[in-house]
């Protein structure tokens, strides 16, 4: 009776820690599950708006020498079909879901950075808006969802369409970035104790690797949409090829991002399949570490075959050869997973549910895609029917039948777990089988259209060319395919209220979520259990209960905080417990002053702008205030003696880690920034450089030397703090923030003086950059170095409390790399290459 | 009668299975044996995952399940794959080679600049010293080499019935081999998006035999005079 009662109180309690506020107060909510759901049901609404814009598209195709709608719309619905299918449908609502799933299947309470969570929505959602809005004021982008210069710079896109795509997309990959890091950060280091790498389920390797490869797939089309927005802004001409730019580079940053994000977008849907056929199968995944291995390759391929968007660009024949094969070969891990597949329903006994449906579905399409696209790598083939209907055709193949198929199938199979609820077997039928069909007559029609020669992107086309009756069937399709989306939305509508009640992990599954209430408490876990095996919940049938009961770990909230394991990258073993933030209005403050940022950048009102991120820079540092030993969040107390401490009063944690891939991110985005240089330098037809560079080598040296004592200075107190001794730290790190601002001081004084020519000579754009890039950097070390100096007088920081500044130094380290890379390379280069002629 | 059908489907000005150059039909005989390879490729595993849906649970244990696991994986995921990219370069990579734009064996090669401009197409012939606009005249059975350039935004040159087609990008120059095998009029058209006049951005390309070439450049040459 006692224990009834301890229990029932225990989950109050938890409820009331970890609940989000009422009301308006809810778009606080910091949760992973409620801002998993908001994310999916977001992209959802994109996916219609999307999906409309293509039903437009294919009824101007229907009929040839249809004048419908005007060119100009036209042109701007196929962009933005494309553009919010990708960027806002596809990438979004994936990691929703990925953020909804992972803390669950890794038996833990939440991410590891609930804000970033949030932060990452609400740019999300506000960059969606900016960029819809440009749809409905009639100035939506229209030079295609690539966005190829010169097409879409100043000269031939004068409309503000080019700034929408580029300010607003940046600002949606914040979330992506964001989601990428967190979500890498909490798999690697907030899974169950005990939960070995090998043991996590499958779909968290999938997760794992498309969370990698944002944080290393991203960054080159930041870099190009910042380059290319400064081009068309501030007329720095990283791409024009008369001041010794290059429109190619355009393509190779974009593309360098565009295919790796085809894999960002496939491997969480092959997570699903991987996931559901053992459930369906009722046995384990055959050959788990062949999976395994075929998600590392696909992950490492697909960053070396981006040129085969470009084989029609004139690039050399041993580059084609290299690319061409490359991209055959990412067939191998693909072919691993779907015989992987195949032996494991063979081995097993199958029950067909709603869910295998959308699966068959996913098999068949996915296959022909790959198909197709293996014969694209080739080069012959290649040249004919690029950039035709038969690309198109390939494309949705893979990205639908790669995408959202699986995808289906994963809704309807988590559908229960988020609701509670069964869906209908019979509506979910239809619009299976009236999305298949629709789908395939407008798609498998289409290779043909292709090979008959027409073009992708024009809004007609003369009768009688042997098109007309290929595009009236692909458009016939299109509606039947709308019919079953319809169908199933509703569906999935109706089953809220008129399903019957799920029983307890309705398909028998052997994660962890399924243990769960259905849906889950804000907390998911009471208690967290100790996995000793991949199959937790086959083997222990009973855990739910047990955990709910209090029987595992973490089991108590006296303390009133929101707590998780953090444990080992690799044994899952625990090494500190992750204090986790409560409710939040700082994300929202934050992303709502960078949306007014993007606005005002639209507007080029640019006082404002300077104003924007001052105020976007408020919230941010309030946010990194809130930490630690901070009041609202873990004061020092005198704390029981426990085997684990608070992640505040460690040296190595979650958070370290989140700095180092956000850091391995913004490597990343220099070393693209980088390749553009020797790009540019390289291969660009009208480069000029100057015999020696404009900027004064002693005048940055001498600035280097003030960053490294610096950055010294700063190692030397986070190295005391580790010792635990809080001696002369905040005397250092006051030294230290001094020693920043010199160094500041001086690289701005080295650039004002120098006469760099930035709206006439691409090579001086890219350096003006560069230094503006490092001074960026050095600026916010020192901001939050000094943050910290007052963080360690206000007690924040000490010798119990050593761990921001060990999370920061990485940050001071990676300044001074890139500076001294940077100054070597500025007096290098010249040097190496010489002038060009 | 199927055939036929299908055959008449594929004819158009536009199509690249109704090839009349070496290249486009080089392409074309890879597009049919790609085609038929990979709806081979795609029946056998969906049958073969229809199957396995439908056969009864063998319940293999865990030796054999090993051992089957191998095998799927070894002969479906690495040999299968890697034996059909072999197969599609070994016949692919000849194809390649044949559409580059080397020097010929025997006989010369007829050079003929256009560059792209939105949205039309200026045609130079600098031995000849004539130019045109949206057209261009070629001899039949002699190799001709285009040499792309664009003033403006990137477009892209397509003949589908003749060959491949290449990119025209400010500040670069590309060079397409293209060979028309009978005289007729071949139609193209920009591949590459380039604004609100792409889908209008066509030309003719008209292969006369050697005699009739002669007549033609004489009498524009002339008519120029």
Redesign the interface.
Known sequence: MTDTSEQAGLVRELNRVWANLPGWGSLSAVNHSTVGLRFMVTGMVFFLIGGMLAMLVRTQLALPEQNLIS??LY?QAFTMHGTVMMFLFAIPVLEGLAMYLIPKLIGARDLVFPRISSLGYYCYLFGGIIIMSSLFLGVAPD??WFM?T??SSN??SPGPGSDFWLLGITFVEVSAMAAGIELTVSILRTRAPGMTLSQMPIFCWYILAMALMIVFGFPPLILASILLELERAAGMPFFD??AGG???LWQHLFWLFGHPEVYIIFLPAAGIVSTLIPVFS?RPL??YR?VVL?IILTGFISFGLWVHHMF???IP?LAQ?FFS?AS??V??P??????????T??????V?RLP?LWI?GF??IF??GG??G??LA???????????HFVVAHMHYVLVGGMFFPLMAGLYYWLPLVSGRMPSQRIGQWGFWLTFIGFNITFLLMH?TG???????????EAG???DWLNLLSSVGGFIMAAGVALVLLDLLMHYHFGRKASRNPWHADTLEWVLEQPPAPYNFVSLPRIQSRHPVWDNPELGERLQAGEGSLASIEHGRRETWGTDAVTGEPSEICQLPTNSWLPLLAAGTLALLCISLLLGWYLLALVCVVLAALPLFRWSWENGGHPTAAPLTQEPPGECLLESRTTDGPGRWGMIITLLADGTLYLSLLFGWFYLWTA???WSAPDAGPLSIWGLALSGILLTLASLRFRQQARRLARRVDTGVLAGLWQATGLGVLHILSLIFVLWTAPLAITESAHDAVLFFMVLFLLFHSVLAVIITALQAWRTRLGYVSAHLPYEPQVVWPFWLYTTGIFWVSLALFALLPMAWGPSP | MVICLLLSACRGPFSTLDPAGPSARDVAGLWWAMFGFATLVLMVVTALWVYAIRRPASHPDQQSAQVMQNRWVIWGGLALPLGSIALLLAFGIPVGHRMLPLPPETGAVLQIEVTGHQWWWAVYYPEQNIGLTDEVHIPVGTPVDVVLRSTDVIHSFWVPRLGGKMDMIPGRINVLRLQADEPGVYRGSCTEFCGIGHAHMQFTITAHSANDFLTWQQQVQEGAE
């Open positions: 060119v100009e042109n030079s295609g190829y010169p097409l000269t031939f090829v008369t290059d429109p190619l009722g055959v050959g062949w075929s029609t660009v004139g024949q050869a094969v055959m070969m067939a191998v693909t072919a691993i997973q779907v015989f992987v597949w195949l032996a329903l063979w081995m097993g006994k199958v067909f295998m068959m098999l068949v296959v022909c198909l197709t293996v014969m080739l080069v012959p083939f290649n040249w004919q029917v690029h950039d035709t043909l090979l008959l020669g027409m073009p992708r992107r024009i809004y007609t086309y060319l042997g098109w660009s037809p009208q």
